[in-house]
């Protein structure tokens, strides 16, 4: 059955009601003091483009004027989605997803927004042709793109392209800021840095995670920062990939233990290579924190389960998934955010460090 378009766009625009004169502005409102049909209220509402440019500020004006708010349900409805909110991502880490997750499903509550998944492979030739097909058939609301999916920038165009909404979370800023939440992972990787450099430790390893990971490259240069400014320096062999994956922080931990010089500490790119590090470290002998101190990052809930307690960098992820969501949301229902939404991390010192200790 087909549908008439203008009849569409102007019932999903109306939002609670028609015939509302008192109370909450509805689309009558606005249409009456602009003095024109609902149906043009309804078109510049849903971004059309056949509506001039000064009819459009009349209409936005007075929209701004009454504080009139569409539903942004309606607003989906007007441009033929469904009530979904996508999570598209290609991340080793499954603490940081379930996060992830949660946020989104916090912000979620209490509407009619439904969250679902599509996990990718971005080292398949054909992944954004995959996520095309996964935004065709299910006609999303909006997408959530989380590292590293957000740092493809063809994806991004692809999606521009498609007329798909979507926030992207990142460790710099790729997009304007109704479209961005950043992560300051430098300044959580230089904390550590400074940590260890304070306890008084010379020799120290840095695990990293994937070099096609823009986190890896802030983390990185973030530790190194502060190594610096305490005198020290990273040695090209004290640095080793771990793939943001615990098997990962386990051989690359062994293959620093294996140097001539062990190091007397280790910062892991994330809490999963740190858990990884605890057992490379225990099977050679050494001792946490006596021996090696061992630091972590995103502070997931296996950092206090350890024993002991790992130290690690606390990156929010779950109320990043709730703010991205919030965002989604809020730019799809016509508001433009000036200002960009960013989460700086915090040290959490617990037991895996201590000053070196002393033969």
Known sequence: ????????????????????????????????????????VSRVINESP??????????????????????????????????????VYDNPSPQYVVNIQRGILDALEGTDFQLVLHPCDRTKPDHVARVRAFVQQHKPFGLILPPSVSEDELLARTLDEAE??????????????????????????????RHLAELGHRQIAHIHGPLSFRSTHERRAG??????????????????????????????????????????????????????????????????PEDISIVGFDDTPIAGRLWPALTTVRLPIREMGSAAARLLLATANGAVARQLVTFEPEIVVRGSTATPHKA
Do not use: W
Not at 7 to 16: F, I, K, L, P, Y
Not at 180 to 188: H, P, S
């Open 1 to 40: 059955m087909s549908h008439s378009p203008d009849r569409h766009d102007q019932t999903a625009a109306s939002g609670s009601g028609e015939g509302q004169s008192r109370g909450k502005p509805t689309i009558n409102d606005v249409a009456r003091l602009a003095k024109v049909s609902k149906k043009t």
């Open 50 to 87: 056949f509506v001039k440019q000064k009819t459009r500020d009349a209409i936005k004006a007075v929209i701004a004027e009454l504080g009139f708010t569409p539903d942004p349900q309606a607003r989906a409805l007007a441009r033929r989605k469904s009530f979904l909110i996508g999570l």
């Open 164 to 193: 798909v909404d979507y926030v992207r979370i990142a460790s710099v800023q790729l997009d304007s800021p109704s479209r961005m939440i950043r992560t300051l992972d430098g300044e959580g990787a230089a904390a550590a840095g």
């Open 223 to 288: 530790f190194e920062r502060a190594l610096h400014e305490a005198g020290l320096s990273l040695q090209p062999d004290m640095a080793v990939e771990g793939g943001y994956t615990f098997e990962g922080g386990v051989t690359a931990a062994e293959q620093l233990l294996n140097q001539p010089s062990p190091p007397q500490a280790i910062f892991a790119g994330n809490d999963e290579m740190a858990t990884g590090a605890y057992v490379a470290v225990r099977r050679a002998g050494f001792r946490i």
